[in-house]
């Protein structure tokens, strides 16, 4: 195979072709022309994603738990997921932490900067503040009453409510373990051969997303830039220390942490873990959405990675919903990225708030674009900053969301592939884009 038949190279194409466009199209002024004509297909593949979200997981999920051999393993694995989500998570946030400390992006900020920036966002911070007052006004328990769905129809009718999804397969499961083995596995093999048909519809989808990210990062660039490419480059320029220091702590997590946990706790090789998921990354890249990511996700780890459908139908909804490193990171630097530019001094029992806050705060954050920075208000209200203080980075949120997603979804695949190894279920990784099998153990086998 040819490395530009590679699809992890095709969607790297489109990409930059998108580009490309999206830079000509507002120089020449074809803005409209590219809203009208090429926008659209990136809004066709994104809804393919999210139109298969729901039926990979309940399929995927109630099979997976049907086929454990006993409950207790169900809840093992789900305390291990947990606790392993929360700590790449925390150390995510500290690593934002130590950066943003050491390089100081927010002293290098003017105060004409600062007060022109609140002003031309003043509408939009009100109505995110307006948004995070709403998610804070909630009881401590909303988010497990939350969890628990009252009618599953309107659970699975809205992607927002994966966790509630999970839920309900996992109780399925759970059920069918219970049941007669009669009765159970004629509807285990019709959920089985369900499950083949999602994921072949998956393929399909993939089969576009070279055109997709193509449509989408030219959407990017043509909605962000207006009329004047110049935005782009001023506010670039202005807040570059900042983009920079975000940046570089999301390197560091992705290519530190994420390697520690692969190479020195499951016997994957580094390559073959980044090669696999290369195509769920550019896709989260491009979509600047976990949850629109999660069937890509869920695919290349199953069919590339080799992890048994069993643990990736659990791991990776949950990671989709509550494990987002990329997001706590930036939430974290942010917030006191607007402390110095504001002039705050931040106390050490403060810094250790933003770690606290971050993770939850990341845990709370919906899987879709531009939702991190809606709950970064909760952090600052923690630590006092004032929130309009976000008008400081909401200009280059689009770019820095494509980035975080991207460590989202790469986190999620990293710890799916360390429970798959720690439970036995991560087989060998066939790292063609060929149709292979997906990695599945045999059910009469346990
Ligand atoms: N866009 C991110 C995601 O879907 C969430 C965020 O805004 O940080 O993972």
């Not at 804070?136 to 009252?150: E, F, H, K, N, T």
């Amino acid at each position: 195979m040819k490395w530009y038949q590679k699809l992890h190279w095709k969607i790297i194409i489109g990409m930059v072709l998108g580009l490309v466009w999206g830079i000509v199209a507002v120089m020449m002024g074809w803005q409209e022309f590219t809203l009208d004509w090429i926008s659209p297909w990136g809004k066709i593949f994104i809804n393919m994603l999210k139109l298969i979200a729901v039926p990979l997981v309940l399929t995927s999920l109630i099979v997976g738990v049907a086929s454990l051999s006993d409950v207790k393993k169900l809840s093992r694995m789900g305390g291990k997921t947990i606790a392993i989500y929360l700590s790449t998570t925390a150390i995510a946030v500290t690593i934002g932490l130590l950066s943003v400390n050491l390089f100081k992006p927010g002293n290098s900020i003017p105060s004409e900067l600062t007060n022109k920036l609140k002003k031309s966002y003043q509408a939009s911070v009100e109505s995110k503040t307006s948004n995070a007052k709403k998610a804070q006004s909630r009881g401590p328990l909303q988010p497990i009453i939350d969890m628990v769905p009252s009618n599953m129809i309107q659970a699975s009718a809205n992607n927002r409510n994966m966790l509630q999804v999970v839920i309900v397969a996992i109780l399925f499961g759970i059920a069918l373990i219970q049941i007669e083995n009669s009765k159970s596995d004629q509807l285990i093999s019709i959920l089985d051969n369900a499950n083949e048909v999602v994921l072949k519809v998956v393929d399909m989808a993939m089969m576009l997303a070279p055109f997709g990210v193509f449509s989408l990062l030219s959407n990017t660039i043509v909605s962000v830039a207006g009329n004047d490419i110049g935005q782009i480059i001023d506010l670039i320029s202005a807040l570059g220390f900042y983009c920079f220091v975000v940046i570089l702590a999301l390197l560091l997590h992705a290519g530190v942490t994420f390697p520690i946990l692969i190479k020195f706790f499951t016997p994957m090789k580094l390559s073959t873990f980044f090669k696999g998921i290369a195509p769920a990354q550019l896709v989260a890249f491009s979509t600047s959405s976990s949850g629109a990511t999660l069937p890509v996700t869920m695919e290349r780890c199953e069919k590339n990675l080799g992890v048994d459908e069993e643990v990736s139908s659990f791991v990776l909804p949950l990671g989709s919903t509550i494990n987002m490193d990329g997001t706590a990171l930036y939430q974290a630097v942010a917030a006191v990225f607007i402390a110095q530019a504001t002039g705050i001094d931040l106390t050490f029992g403060d810094q250790l708030t933003i770690i606290f806050t971050a993770v939850l705060a990341s845990v709370g954050t919906v899987a879709i674009p531009g939702a991190g920075i809606i709950m970064l208000l909760i952090v600052l209200e923690a630590i006092g900053v004032p929130s309009a203080g976000i008008a400081l980075i909401l200009g280059v949120d689009r770019i820095l969301d494509m980035l975080r997603t991207t460590v989202n979804v790469t986190g999620d695949a990293a710890v799916c592939v360390l429970i798959a190894h720690q439970e036995g279920q991560l087989g060998t990784p066939h790292l063609t884009d060929k149709d292979e099998p997906h990695f599945r153990m045999n059910r009469d086998d346990k």
